[in-house]
């Protein structure tokens, strides 16, 4: 359905149209061909080297391709750089990847591919069917462009490459996709580890945001973001062996529901319309509308002014909700051990993406507890005052508090990962279930990791007579929360849940600094683009 | 995080607030608890009923149980209705369900207890530890309300429950969560087939929806979510296995990348911002940073004043983009396999909701072929004339001519799925690269379910220059896609992908007639509640 988006595909074409379009189409193909035809022949070269009038004993065996259009079907039989190794050695494959990094040493040439996180070292010497023309063309060619080349397996010692017993003498090189000469950033220095020298260049967040592009190519971002895909997988996989189910909510959302300094809004045909804060709402009509375990996935969003390492304007939230029998923890120790299964699967299948990530932005293995820890509110107070900072029984967590209790749990029970149980009432949104025993509590808990809250989550008020006294008593304009009360009208089973922001998960896991590492294409106050 | 929403959390609470929090919560949930004591103790009976002031055998065996607010933690001892059998005669057994329907005759009561698609009868009838009181009391429950019921299994021939050879025989009754007296619609009303007499009591489809918590708790609901829950399932998992990678991709965009009048915009801080339309820009950017294939999940905005059956403002997208090696046939035949192992996921899984769906909305069975039929575009455009229509080569399908063509691939091939190839290049967006041979047509294709588009897709234009004169030829402003073009400024493969709407699937395969009978919670440009 994208394809049919009528903005990007322009105004209506009319029949005249039709007939000239058509011809501008042909005249920019041919363009493209005459341009690669040209570079393949040697009339023009790729930026600033000139082929010599010479005879040429690699004639067709170097060049730039056409343009890729579709010209042909044959058969696919490129191999992955990923699965070179000796026991090929004498064979002859052919491999699409980029051109990493190139060096000409006269009558050689050495030059690394790269596909994803992994390389390979090729090397061009002169040879009855190489010949200098050749080597001067390789060496010219612009970094980062996409080559096909094929090349006998031969066994070597490479250290520089992530193929380190075979490297390639390649007997073709041809240009499938060429890049600029000049590059915003170069991938080795996107791609440094942070315990280098001071001295060595490195790129600046803002530059690696500015050209995204480039800088998911580094083998870091490439891990970064298959840890996040895995989290997003496994979130699903257990829960759903555990009897959820997946939802979608919608993210237009009437001015009824929510409304507010912090909310997004927009103009909805004759109306207003919102972009919700949290699936909340929805997830609970799911479970009064006998869905009983859902979970959801979707962006989130938040038109909050933060510009801190850990805020995004628009994040993705993994969501759950779940109807109980007698008591909430039976919800709040599913997604514990959730979280606990979530890790070992990190752990189990993501480990060379861990250690790829951890080899640039170094941190401490994850450590955590099965079962999980759980603490009460008041315990962690109690941790606090213990260390010296002075703090009521029932004040919220600031930020460096969250952070100095989570380095006393670590200390005290040697885990990055915890429950904490019990919030003060008073702290927590209107729908939250008073504690039974004493409603200085509520049955609410936050999960955190690394000292960062990753969830927050509690038992939800089913009764709407409640419901309606403690909105009452927030203040709130019962008119714009009526149909969310009245949802509980027609008999709701009790229930329980949790908003998960997946990009906390997936930085905080890896122990890195700043969320906007773990969003493909970030979205704060002062950044929309790319 | 859906709990710290400030929004709906309401204003901050001061220190002296906590105190009164804490009284105002205690004093709802005091009675709460009343109101359930003086139920149970036969001072006040649900609904118009009265106890009779006299001794009751059951005293103790029915009744409103407390609000559960997570008072003890229990062991879960409770039992699915669907795991009743012959098998069990004789246990007691504990149920958390609906009371679906209740009937009493003088000296018995029969009931119906439901849980999401299964239903159970119960009996009771007066007896040693069966009061009339107990009977009256149970007959007085309100329909929809979620009761606990313990009982003995007893053989029995029932029709009209899912359950058919047990009935239970309670000797506890208590309600969890009491709905009230009148619901806006009758659950069985709800459920009754479309192929039933015309005078039955029909709910229309705004009544439906303005009532979605009811109406999802029907058979037929939960039956249709839980075949779209499987679609998303199948998509991810099938194209996981074939090496592809989810990824998140923004939903708000700056005004560069896309703009014009089917875009929602909204005030983002002190600038103007867009919902994405499609993750197109940013799946190809994905391809562009070496991810190779990728497939993304996510909410797709549409501000179209369509009242259509199939159109919302807000839908759900699957999404994908590959690169390919040769020819973009290499991803369309991957999407279109993909398509036939999810057909097959779906009766293989899915078989009884999809039966369940067929009772109440009778349809054929979705049928396809293995490898997918594909045509031409200009074959299509041949059969439609063979049937009468008057149509240009390159003219665009109308939505008539689809359903139509539908009709006649279905009679000729006999299948319900099917692709077509080479759309005429000036009906598709600009970045659609042309055929090689022949510009009037282009390297794209949609695919078809019971003559209605699900998915548009095509090879992508990967050079820079091509994608500019292209988008010249169109009357873009390029400034306003600059960032998307300098994407393949650095390198690209070739690439293909194509964009699935979710709820269309769903309605397709299961041969319904409207969207919104599959998105749980539909925006149309009427619709932004609940």
Same mark, same amino acid.
């Given at each position: 359905?994208?394809? #049919?988006?009528?903005?990007?595909?322009?105004?209506?074409?009319?029949?005249?149209?039709?007939? +000239?379009?058509?011809? =501008?189409?042909? #005249?920019?193909?041919?363009?493209?061909?005459?341009?690669?035809?040209?570079?393949?022949?040697?009339?023009?070269?790729?930026?600033?080297?000139?082929?010599?009038?010479?005879?040429?004993?690699?004639?067709?065996?170097? %060049?730039?391709?056409?343009?890729?259009?579709?010209?042909?079907?044959?058969?696919?039989?490129?191999?992955?750089?990923?699965?070179?190794?000796?026991?090929?050695?004498?064979?002859?494959?052919?491999?699409?990847?980029?051109?990493?990094?190139?060096?000409?040493?006269?009558?050689?040439?050495?030059?690394?591919?790269?596909?994803?996180?992994?390389?390979?070292?090729?090397?061009?010497?002169?040879?009855?069917?190489?010949?200098?023309?050749?080597?001067?063309?390789?060496?010219?060619?612009?970094?980062?462009?996409?080559?096909?080349?094929?090349?006998?397996?031969?066994?070597?010692?490479?250290?520089?490459?992530?193929?380190?017993?075979?490297?390639?003498?390649?007997?073709?090189?041809?240009?499938?996709?060429?890049?600029?000469?000049?590059?915003?950033?170069?991938?080795?220095?996107?791609?440094?580890?942070?315990?280098?020298?001071?001295?060595?260049?490195?790129?600046?967040?803002?530059?690696?945001?500015?050209?995204?592009?480039?800088?998911?190519?580094?083998?870091?971002?490439?891990? !970064?973001?298959?840890?996040?895909?895995?989290?997003?997988?496994?979130?699903?996989?257990?829960?759903?062996?555990?009897?959820?189910?997946?939802?979608?909510?919608?993210?237009?959302?009437?001015?009824?529901?929510?409304?507010? =300094?912090?909310?997004?809004?927009?103009?909805?045909?004759?109306?207003?319309?919102?972009?919700?804060?949290?699936?909340?709402?929805?997830?609970?009509?799911?479970?009064? %509308?006998?869905?009983?375990?859902?979970?959801? !996935?979707?962006?989130?969003?938040?038109?909050?002014?933060?510009?801190?390492?850990?805020?995004?304007?628009?994040?993705?939230?993994?969501?759950?909700?779940? =109807?109980?029998?007698?008591?909430?923890?039976?919800?709040?120790?599913?997604?514990?051990?959730?979280?606990?299964?979530?890790?070992?699967?990190?752990?189990?299948?993501?480990?060379?993406?861990?250690?790829?990530? %951890?080899?640039?932005?170094?941190?401490?293995?994850?450590?955590?507890?099965?079962?999980?820890?759980?603490?009460?509110?008041?315990?962690?107070? =109690?941790?606090?005052?213990?260390?010296?900072?002075?703090?009521?029984?029932?004040?919220?967590?600031?930020?460096?508090?969250?952070?100095?209790?989570?380095?006393?749990?670590?200390?005290?029970?040697?885990?990055?990962?915890?429950?904490?149980?019990?919030?003060?009432?008073?702290?927590?949104?209107?729908?939250?279930?008073?504690?039974?025993?004493?409603?200085?509590?509520?049955?609410?808990?936050?999960?955190?990791?690394?000292?960062?809250? !990753?969830?927050?989550?509690?038992?939800?008020?089913?009764?709407?007579?409640?419901?309606?006294?403690?909105?009452?008593?927030?203040? !709130?304009?019962?008119?714009?929360?009526? *149909?969310?009360?009245?949802?509980?009208?027609?008999?709701?089973?009790?229930?329980?849940?949790?908003?998960? *922001?997946?990009?906390?998960?997936?930085?905080?896991?890896?122990?890195?600094?700043?969320?906007?590492?773990?969003?493909?294409?970030?979205?704060?106050? +002062?950044?929309?683009?790319?």
């Amino acid at each position: 359905m994208a394809d #049919k988006n009528p903005e990007i595909a322009g105004n209506e074409v009319s029949k005249k149209g039709l007939k +000239k379009a058509q011809k =501008a189409a042909e #005249k920019a193909a041919k363009k493209a061909q005459h341009k690669a035809a040209d570079i393949a022949s040697g009339k023009v070269v790729p930026d600033q080297l000139n082929n010599e009038p010479i005879e040429d004993v690699s004639q067709g065996r170097y %060049g730039v391709n056409e343009l890729i259009c579709s010209r042909e079907r044959k058969p696919v039989t490129h191999v992955s750089i990923s699965t070179l190794s000796p026991a090929m050695e004498g064979q002859t494959v052919l491999i699409r990847a980029r051109l990493h990094t190139v060096r000409a040493t006269g009558k050689q040439c050495f030059f690394t591919l790269r596909g994803r996180d992994h390389s390979v070292q090729c090397l061009l010497a002169v040879g009855p069917n190489t010949s200098k023309q050749m080597i001067k063309f390789v060496a010219g060619i612009n970094k980062e462009s996409i080559i096909d080349v094929t090349g006998q397996v031969v066994k070597a010692s490479v250290v520089s490459c992530t193929v380190q017993d075979v490297e390639v003498h390649p007997s073709h090189v041809m240009v499938v996709s060429l890049a600029e000469p000049r590059l915003p950033l170069q991938i080795d220095d996107a791609m440094r580890p942070e315990t280098d020298a001071d001295d060595v260049a490195r790129v600046l967040q803002d530059t690696r945001l500015d050209n995204r592009v480039l800088d998911l190519r580094t083998a870091t971002s490439q891990s !970064i973001f298959r840890v996040e895909a895995a989290i997003c997988r496994l979130f699903r996989d257990i829960l759903s062996g555990r009897g959820f189910m997946e939802i979608m909510c919608p993210k237009l959302i009437s001015a009824a529901s929510e409304g507010g =300094a912090n909310v997004f809004a927009l103009s909805y045909f004759e109306r207003k319309a919102f972009l919700a804060q949290s699936p909340q709402l929805y997830k609970q009509m799911a479970i009064a %509308g006998d869905f009983e375990k859902v979970f959801t !996935i979707g962006p989130v969003f938040r038109a909050e002014n933060s510009n801190t390492h850990r805020h995004l304007t628009e994040f993705v939230g993994l969501d759950m909700e779940m =109807a109980f029998i007698h008591h909430y923890h039976e919800v709040m120790m599913l997604i514990g051990s959730m979280f606990i299964e979530m890790f070992r699967g990190l752990e189990r299948d993501l480990s060379r993406d861990i250690e790829i990530v %951890g080899k640039q932005f170094p941190a401490q293995p994850f450590r955590f507890l099965e079962p999980p820890l759980v603490l009460q509110f008041r315990e962690g107070i =109690a941790l606090l005052r213990e260390a010296g900072i002075e703090i009521e029984d029932d004040e919220d967590l600031s930020t460096p508090n969250e952070k100095l209790l989570g380095q006393l749990v670590r200390a005290k029970y040697n885990t990055d990962f915890f429950i904490m149980d019990k919030f003060p009432l008073a702290i927590r949104p209107f729908y939250t279930m008073p504690d039974p025993s004493n409603a200085k509590w509520s049955n609410s808990y936050d999960m955190f990791m690394r000292g960062e809250e !990753i969830l927050s989550g509690a038992q939800r008020i089913h009764d709407p007579t409640m419901l309606t006294e403690r909105a009452k008593h927030h203040g !709130i304009d019962l008119d714009t929360i009526q *149909g969310y009360i009245d949802s509980f009208r027609y008999g709701c089973p009790p229930h329980a849940g949790g908003g998960i *922001g997946l990009e906390r998960v997936t930085m905080l896991y890896l122990g890195l600094d700043n969320i906007r590492k773990v969003s493909m294409f970030p979205r704060d106050p +002062k950044r929309l683009t790319p």
